[in-house]
């Protein structure tokens, strides 16, 4: 009786499963288009200040306590430049589009 319920669970989870179709070769191979690489956003600190290199012209330098809270927005209008912040010493998380990264200001 046991291994009646466990060849039917079986069959039932097996028969559950999504199919998969495979899609015949037509002989055409698709290439896509190679993109420039984008170089690594550098961000480094100096005391109070903030030094930003290969940033995109445009993006938003954002500053964030440790606990979350905005402390500071810039709008970068040069690759690479270097922004004095007037906030307290402490740990802070910068941000600028999907690069983060914690600094302590000093």
């Known amino acids: 009786m046991k291994a009646g319920y466990i ?18 070769d037509t002989g055409a191979e698709v290439h896509a288009a190679e993109q420039p690489r984008a170089e690594k956003i550098e961000i480094t600190t100096v005391e109070n200040r903030i030094l930003v290199s290969n940033a995109p012209v445009g993006s938003l330098l954002e500053v964030y306590s440790v ?3 905005k402390v500071k927005e810039i709008k970068i209008k040069q690759p690479t430049a270097e922004y004095a912040l007037d906030i307290a010493k402490g740990y802070y998380i910068i941000r600028i589009g999907d ?3 914690k600094v302590a200001i000093r």
């Open 7 to 24: 060849i039917a669970l079986t069959l039932a989870l097996v028969a559950s499963l999504p199919a998969h179709a495979s899609q015949r």
């Open 67 to 69: 606990v979350g809270i």
């Open 99 to 101: 690069t983060v990264l």
